[in-house]
Nanobody, 126 residues
């Protein structure tokens, strides 16, 4: 079965950087569309960045230029490099995957993939 395991969450000060990792299994790198979602306290879940089978990416407007999503096919790992973190980036970050690039991959609000990791907490203080 599909398994997604995130790591790398931490507490940092504004302007700092973190790199999240997601080790995945249960599908090959040539089958799965993947990405990162987040949920802040009291807010809806939102898509942050997605990565296609062919290496195309999408980003939430508020993270463009600061976050970079990448995948290491040999290691079956998805990454999210986050630079210049701001307090509004505070959230639980989830690694996600699906075999189809539906509306969720295009970061349409309210659309979600089928597979989720357990989440990792990112806290940014001002």
């Amino acid at each position: 079965q599909v398994r997604l395991v995130e790591s790398g969450g931490d507490s940092v000060q504004a302007g700092g950087s973190l790199k999240l990792s997601c080790e995945y299994s249960g599908f090959s790198s040539y089958e799965g569309y993947m990405g990162w979602f987040r949920q802040a306290p009291g807010k809806e879940r939102e898509g942050v960045a997605t990565f296609s089978i062919g290496g195309n990416t999408k980003y939430l407007d508020s993270v463009k230029g600061r976050f970079t999503v990448s995948r290491d096919r040999a290691e079956n790992t998805l990454y999210l490099q986050m630079n210049n973190l701001q307090p509004e980036d505070t959230a639980v970050y989830y690694c996600v995957a699906d075999i189809a690039a539906g509306s969720w991959w295009y970061l349409q609000p309210g659309q979600f993939p089928n597979y989720w990791g357990q989440g990792t907490q990112v806290t940014v203080s001002s």
